[in-house]
């Protein structure tokens, strides 16, 4: 694994360990994920134990040890959200893609998750991919903006 990426990174912010957070987002931004070999990298280069890394990667729900897919989905299931159809469109999106909430497709390009709330509860439904908003979801919306992510 070619680490010159990373550290770009750990440069950036001065190899220090009270950046490490800073660092592991945007390694996980680079590769989708935080790898194995990427933490063992961050580690030793900013000398503090492997565990040390491990404790605030595994802590902070954002970031993902498991490789994720080339988009990730993810559905609000906060109150107002699953009121007005979140739920049935989370069911839609886990029949067509085949997998389940917290799961990735078998060729990496769609990797489904669900939160509580995310503070759109105006325009609810919300489905975000890859950080873009879609408010007011229906089914249909769903199948154009998710063919529009299964084409490129």
Do not use: W
């Not at 489904?112 to 325009?123: D, K, Q, R, S, Y």
């Amino acid at each position: 694994m070619n680490f010159e990426k990373v550290e770009e990174i750990l440069a950036k912010y001065g190899h220090k360990e009270s950046q490490i957070i800073a660092i592991l987002q945007e390694t996980q931004t680079n590769y989708n994920y935080l790898p194995e070999e990427v933490l063992k990298y961050v580690s030793g280069r900013l000398n503090i134990p492997l565990a040390r890394v491990y404790s605030v990667a595994t802590f902070y729900k954002a970031f993902s040890l498991e490789r994720r897919g080339k988009h990730v989905i993810t559905v609000c299931l906060g109150t107002t959200c699953h009121v007005r159809g979140g739920r049935k469109i989370l069911e839609k999106i886990e029949r067509d893609l085949g997998i389940k909430a917290g799961e990735t497709t078998q060729d990496f390009e769609f990797t489904l998750e669900t939160v509580n709330c995310v503070g759109c509860c105006a325009i609810g439904p919300i489905l975000i991919i890859d950080g873009n908003y879609f408010g007011e979801m229906d089914l249909e919306k769903l199948d154009t903006v998710l063919k529009k992510y299964s084409a490129g």
